[in-house]
C-alpha cells in the first residue's frame, strides 16, 4: 500500500492526485482504472506479484532464477481487501492457470475492480466481505495489502492523503488490527501481506504465536507457511 516518510512526503499538495484526475493509474506494466473509493496502486506492491510467481516456480524478471515450485499446478488464489482489483487481475494475468478471487468490504470498490477485470479481460470471483466473513473456501494462497496506516506516525502527511478513501488507509492497533484479524482467520497455506516495514516485527512476532512460519520479506512484503494447512 503505502511506505514510509520517503514515500507518504512532506510536501502539501492541494490539488487532487494525477491518478485521480485521469482515472487512470500503472500497476506492474499495466493500466487500471482509479477512482476516489479506491486506493492508488503503489510500486511496492508489485512485490506481492513478485512473490506470487516465485512460489509458483516461475520468473518474475529477467535474470533471476525462480525457486522450486510451491504451490500446485491450478492455485486457488485470494486477494482481500481488493480495492481497484490490481492485484487480484494481475495475478490472473500472470498466472493464468490459477484461480483468483477477490474480496473488499466496499460495493463501490468492487465495482471498479469488475471494471477493470472487464477491461483486462480476466474472469474473477469477486465477494463483498470484511476479510474472510463471506468466503466459503479456503485457498491455498491469501494475499492481503489491508488498512495498515496510523494516524500516530509523526511523518504522515494527511492532507495529501485525504483524496484517498479513509476506510482503505488506516487501521486501529497502531495500523494493525485488520491485519491481526486476518492471521488469526487465515487457513490457506501460504500468507502474504503488505506493511510498513516499521510495523513488520510485530507482525511476524504475532504470526509465530499463532503457528505461522515467517518464510520471507520482500521490500514491505511478508510471507508466511502454515504447517498446519
Known sequence: MFANAKFWGRKRRQDPPKAYTLGISDFYGRDFIV?????????????????ILNLAGKPYLPGVKPSKRAL???????????????IAITIKKELPEAEVHATDISKKALQTAQKNAQNHGVH????ISHLLNNVKFTPDVIVANLPYVDKDWDWLDKESL?????IALYAADHGL?????????????YLILEADPCQHQEIINFATKKGLQHLE?????????????
Open 124 to 127: 474473477l470471483s469477486f465477494i
Open 177 to 189: 488490527k485488520l491485519i491481526k484479524e486476518l492471521i488469526d482467520a487465515a487457513s490457506s497455506k
Open 35 to 51: 477512482t476516489p473509493d479506491v486506493l492508488i496502486p503503489r510500486p511496492e506492491t508489485e512485490q506481492i506479484i513478485d512473490t
Open 72 to 86: 500446485p499446478p491450478n492455485p486457488t488464489i485470494l486477494d482481500v481487501g481488493t480495492g481497484s482489483g490490481c
Open 162 to 166: 485525504s483524496f484517498e478513501p479513509a
Open 217 to 229: 520479506t520482500r521490500g514491505f512484503i511478508l510471507t508466511f507457511y502454515n504447517p498446519q494447512a
